[in-house]
């Protein structure tokens, strides 16, 4: 576990920002990030007590899962979540973009991550500087967002460093978050598909899919 007593604020638009910071994270540090919604809080996924971390960093409640975000559909594999015609066909369409799908997962994803559910919340954000981190880190992120738990969400690095400063290692400043609004959330582990977070994906945004696809609201 890394100690933390300040918290560096790096410019992403400075050429070693991102590989600084992912060096931070390979050596289990915690990195706020911005996204195509909120400004996220990420820790490598195999990483568990980086993972722990996140939960302490941000007073989040142990009960909820951390989502994962990825660098593209390929990283599905390393989580064992089968992209099944439903799934790659919701990431075609909405990926990457605000839609986090939640879907079973294998065994050997961290516990910590899934909250014992046996099911992972996938996304791939719609952001340059998102998804060059994930490039260099080269592994998927347990990520939420970067604030304290029933906090104001976080639209830029200040917001961050307000809320979570001294608690993490570094946040990537890449202004202010375009969207503003955290992603809508589908369930495809059960059947229907329900909706569990409403979004910037409507749900009439999601019926434009056609007969395929079936769903529950809330």
């Given amino acids: 576990m890394m100690a933390t007593k300040s918290t560096l604020l790096l410019n992403a638009r400075q050429s070693d ?20 919604t909120v400004y996220g809080l990420g820790a490598l996924v195999w990483n568990a007590a980086s993972v722990a971390r996140i939960y302490q960093a941000k007073a989040r409640p142990p009960e909820k899962a951390i989502p994962v975000l990825l660098a593209g559909l390929a990283q599905l594999d390393l989580l064992g979540v089968e992209a099944t015609p439903l799934l790659a066909t919701l990431a075609e369409r909405f990926w990457p973009g605000p839609l986090t799908l939640v879907a079973r997962c294998a065994a050997h994803v961290p516990e910590i991550v899934t909250a014992g559910t046996l099911t992972v919340a996938v996304r791939m954000p719609a952001h340059a500087a998102a998804l060059r981190l994930f490039d260099l880190v080269g592994q998927p992120l347990a990520t939420t967002s970067a604030n304290l738990s029933g906090h104001a969400n976080p639209l830029t690095a ?19 978050c375009p969207g503003g609004v955290p992603s809508t959330v589908l369930d495809l582990s059960v059947s229907p598909p329900r909706i569990l977070r409403p979004g910037p994906v409507t749900a009439h945004d999601l019926r434009l899919m056609g007969g395929d696809l079936a769903f529950v609201e809330g």
């Fill in 17 to 36: 920002a991102l590989d600084q910071a992912a060096a931070l994270l390979r050596q289990g540090g915690l990195v706020a990030f911005p996204t195509d």
């Fill in 158 to 176: 200040q917001d961050v460093m307000a809320q979570l400063g001294g608690r993490i290692e570094a946040v990537v400043d890449g202004g202010a």
